[in-house]
């Protein structure tokens, strides 16, 4: 497995509950950080308790493109590249069609597909001059089986499986890796405002997901894990 110490890492939705567990190992495991997400408190809050200075923490609005284009400077800046990318950062609107409205739907491809597009965009470059670098996407399980009540977040999630795999293609020559990690059902502040009957106590725990994260950042040089799926065996209220 590769080592992580040294490795500049760019954790987004850190402030949530897989984005800020992950933080944590990866950390202990001696990578360089740099944590961006929504809200600002919970950001500085994190980067203290883990010793992450200032400079390398950034709020952002990751489906704003001048945001995005910020965020790189303020990377390239700070750390002078970047190693991994893990996109931990998304929403989840729940709702059946004839409750959902454009602005839901908008709103969710924005948060989940579009933050992921502008993000590569701006990563990619940089990876593909330094010759290598791995992207961690987590889709979530509804990006490969869809659920009643979620038109929005599939579609949003397929979309971003389907653009990944087309540009692993595309780098299929080069030594950058693309992974995706399909969770379903992990206990965090995801599901706090979703109007949906779940036994939240037998969802896989936080920290449990930031460990496979975790692993998944330290694939060998001579290989790639495309996917990974990771799921509890029932999480759906009878």
């Known amino acids: 497995m590769e080592k992580l110490n040294g490795k500049r890492i760019l954790i987004t939705g850190a402030s949530g509950g897989i984005g800020s567990n992950t933080a944590k190992l990866l ?3 001696g990578a360089t950080l740099f944590l961006t997400g929504r809200r600002m408190d919970a950001l500085t809050a994190l980067a203290d308790a883990l010793q992450v200075p ?23 800046e700070t750390m002078g ?6 996109h931990a950062a998304g929403i989840g609107i729940i709702k059946p069609m004839d409750q959902l409205t454009l602005e839901d739907f ?9 933050s992921t597009f502008l993000l590569m965009k701006a990563f990619l470059p940089g990876m593909k001059q330094a010759g290598k670098g791995l992207v961690i996407n987590i889709p979530g399980v509804l ?9 929005a977040y599939s579609a949003s999630k397929y979309g971003l499986t389907g653009m990944m795999q087309s540009i692993r293609e595309e780098l299929k020559r080069t030594e950058i890796r693309i992974t995706n990690i ?8 995801f599901w706090d405002e979703i109007p949906l009957k779940v036994q939240r106590e037998k969802m896989i725990r936080a920290e449990e997901a930031a460990r496979a994260v975790w692993f998944l950042c330290q694939q060998p040089a001579s290989g790639v894990v495309s996917e990974m799926v990771l799921q509890p065996f029932n999480h759906q209220a009878i």
Do not use: C, H, W, Y
Request: charged content about 15%; proline content about 3%; aromatic content about 4%.
């Open 182 to 189: 399909f969770m379903g059902g992990v206990d965090s502040p």
């Open 81 to 86: 590249g970047l190693d991994i990318l893990v």
């Open 106 to 114: 908008t709103r969710t491809l924005n948060a989940n597909l579009i």
């Open 27 to 29: 950390v202990s495991g």
């Open 54 to 76: 200032s400079e390398r923490v950034f709020a952002a609005d990751l489906s704003d493109q001048d945001a995005v284009s910020a965020l790189a400077g303020r990377v390239m």
């Open 143 to 151: 990006g490969k089986v869809p659920m009643a009540g979620a038109a």
